[in-house]
């Protein structure tokens, strides 16, 4: 009898993690779409497979779904962006693969940034991440090389992406090009100034 209820217990806390994946993927597809306040439960509802009764059981309310997700998608990277220390073009390669599948997402939060709150939350914490990608990637100091974070940040940022990309429509690969040879010159830059003072302290 009690192996019977485990295992029904099982049962339905895989169908609830399950639903949970779904919804998170729902919501994603969706906010790729339209904006945030004009996403229904119906639609979450539609795209999940997932009842609205049962969003509204699990969540409560819209703002609390959308909220809940994007928590629980916060420690889960969209895209794949592994730090190669040393590796620019590498490095870059991944950063644009990631901009190729997420991009548009993001353009469409930031879009909405100003006005709702919760796609206010995702950007922040985007941009919280990507500095600290660049900070990891270049090896920098945050509180030393605030300048030469900052122009790195700029270099490699999803607007910089957009511009080459979507606006100029430039090959993904010409984008990485001419994100790399933006890279190199902040580094180079950032290395004669440090030459230059070492001179000046002789």
């Not at 690969?173 to 902040?186: F, K, N, P, W, Y």
């Amino acid at each position: 009898m009690n192996s019977t209820r485990s295992y029904s217990m099982d049962v339905r806390s895989r169908g609830i993690a399950e639903n949970r994946v779904e919804v998170q993927r729902a919501v994603v597809r969706l906010a790729g779409e339209q904006r945030l306040a004009d996403i229904s439960l119906a639609d979450i509802a539609e795209r999940s497979g997932v009842s609205v009764r049962t969003l509204l059981r699990y969540y409560g309310t819209k703002d609390e779904l959308l909220r809940t997700v994007v928590n629980e998608l916060q420690d889960v990277p969209l895209g794949d962006r592994p730090v190669l220390p040393g590796d620019v073009d590498g490095a870059l390669a991944a950063l644009s693969e990631d901009y190729e599948a997420n991009g548009r997402l993001m353009l469409m939060l930031l879009a909405q940034e100003d006005t709702d709150p919760i796609a206010q939350l995702v950007t922040r914490r985007g941009k919280e991440s990507h500095r600290r990608w660049v900070c990891a990637q270049f090896e920098l100091d945050p509180a030393v090389d605030a300048e030469q974070v900052d122009l790195l940040v700029v270099c490699t940022d999803l607007y910089t992406w957009k511009l080459l990309r979507l606006d100029r429509r430039l090959p993904q690969e010409e984008v990485v090009g001419r994100t790399a040879a933006l890279v190199r010159a902040v580094q180079a830059r950032s290395a004669g100034s440090a030459a230059r003072t070492r001179r000046t302290r002789r």
